[in-house]
């Protein structure tokens, strides 16, 4: 249900990923668009398979598995441009964020070579153009993701392409996925620093499933803009430390982390918030895959105030530095890419 505007507070939101972030009923409409054979032509058994349904919590496995059917549906350059669109314009309407940066793997969306990879680029962009030109006065630009699971030969690709469509609308690249056996991110500091000359912005999701010891480690060899999650920072007196002299900004995705048990209540939310806070490292609240878990940045952002951790001065704080952090290269009013 969309919610009027008036008055309403100007939101940025830096990480989430597209293929859970569009609404079942529209990746329903999609899939019957394409001719895909879902699970159940049962339209509420689709929507307890994508999401959590109704449970609370689940394993970080099966996390992961839910992302398969969403990847497929979008799985079309025709997919693509209506998933971005739908995602940007709507994200506008139900909570007035004027600046958005959805991720994808374009790799996860090409059914394993069958389409052309730059069409699914091309597609998203095109989405994103479309939801611009109907919404002046958003501001949004796509990161590209790299998987662990995938050799760095094809995650070259991935970053290859997000130099390639620079100038279109990609922003940034980021690497997500479950840890593999053979991943290792020293392997890909020359990929980052790659990335950076071509004048990409670059982020990495650490320190949420693994130790503050593997995101201290992460931040010594990727050169990084922005950290996707890093709470487990709040541990490590030196890392916060070093990510405050860094000028880094944690993207934290409150409901995410504990659907997944990384943070076990509201009161370990609140000591990992204000621990963060008062030692001066800037974050902002974002959703991670608000489709899937039943959320929105609206809500997110109420858990800071229903679980007393930031007052209202500091929520305006963590909203100011997403506007700040944000991988897009325009000004205010203004769309680069138009």
């Known amino acids: 249900m969309e919610t009027p505007k008036d008055g309403a507070k100007e939101l940025a939101e830096l990480h989430f990923h597209l293929g859970q972030s569009v609404e079942p009923h529209i990746l329903w409409s999609i899939a ?5 054979r879902l699970p159940s032509k ?3 058994e689709f929507y307890e398979l994508i999401t959590l349904g109704k449970k609370t919590e689940i394993s970080w496995e099966d ?5 398969k059917w969403t990847e497929l549906i979008q799985s079309s350059p025709v997919a693509m441009e209506r998933a971005v669109y739908e995602v940007l314009s709507g ?7 004027t600046l958005l940066e959805p991720s994808f793997n374009p790799m996860l969306r090409n059914r394993g ?10 597609g998203a962009l095109r989405g994103m153009e479309r939801g611009l030109v109907e919404f002046p006065n958003v501001r949004a630009g ?3 993701l790299l998987d662990r699971r ?3 030969a094809t995650n070259e690709i991935i970053v290859n392409k997000a130099i390639k469509y620079k100038s279109r609308g990609v922003v940034g690249i980021d690497i997500a996925g479950p840890m593999a056996p053979d991943f290792r991110y020293e392997d890909y500091t020359d990929l980052y620093k790659k990335a950076r000359s071509a004048g990409l912005k670059t982020t990495v999701h650490t320190g949420e499933d693994g130790s503050a010891e593997e995101m201290e480690y992460v931040l010594k060899v990727l050169p990084l803009d922005r950290v996707n999650h890093g709470f487990r920072a709040y541990s490590s007196p030196a890392l916060l430390k070093t990510i405050s002299e860094k000028n880094l900004t944690l993207c934290l995705c409150p409901t995410s982390s504990m659907s997944v048990g990384f943070i076990k209540s509201g009161a370990h939310l609140r000591e990992i918030i204000r621990t963060l806070y008062d030692s001066g490292v800037k974050f902002c609240i974002n ?12 809500k997110e952002i109420e858990l800071m105030r229903k679980h007393e951790i930031l007052s209202e001065s500091e929520i305006d704080q963590t909203i100011r530095w997403a506007f700040e952090a944000t991988f897009i290269p325009t000004e205010p009013g203004k769309n680069l890419y138009l």
């Open 287 to 298: 959703t991670d895959n608000p489709s899937m878990l039943k959320t929105n940045l609206s």
């Open 42 to 44: 049962d339209y509420w």
């Open 142 to 144: 796509l990161i590209l």
């Open 91 to 97: 994200a506008y309407r139900a909570n007035n964020i």
């Open 150 to 152: 995938f050799p760095i």
């Open 32 to 36: 019957h668009e394409q001719g895909i």
């Open 113 to 122: 070579g069958e389409k052309d990879l730059d069409q699914i680029i091309l």
């Open 63 to 67: 996390y992961h598995e839910l992302f």
